[in-house]
């Protein structure tokens, strides 16, 4: 299975070669390239976005009061290590 080129579609993190086609696009020279893909299925994305909405309240609801406790806990020391590094 061979994996999907997409630096491609990036722009340059050389700092010359990211000049080089800022400059480029300024003059017109080259055209900016749209990253979208193909559309959208606006149904899929309705289901998705049902099936995404209503996630953490069915897990929270599943959940027993310490459990959720312990998780929070868990998630604000993470939050607290990375802002002191």
Known sequence: MSVPVRSSKRRPRDPLQLAKLIGDLATGQVEER????PPKNPHAVALGR???AKGGKA????????????????????RWRRRKS
């Open 34 to 37: 749209a990253e979208d893909g």
């Open 50 to 52: 049902l099936g995404g």
């Open 59 to 78: 897990r929270a609801k599943k959940l027993s009061k310490k459990r959720r406790s312990d998780i929070a806990k868990k998630a604000a020391q993470a």
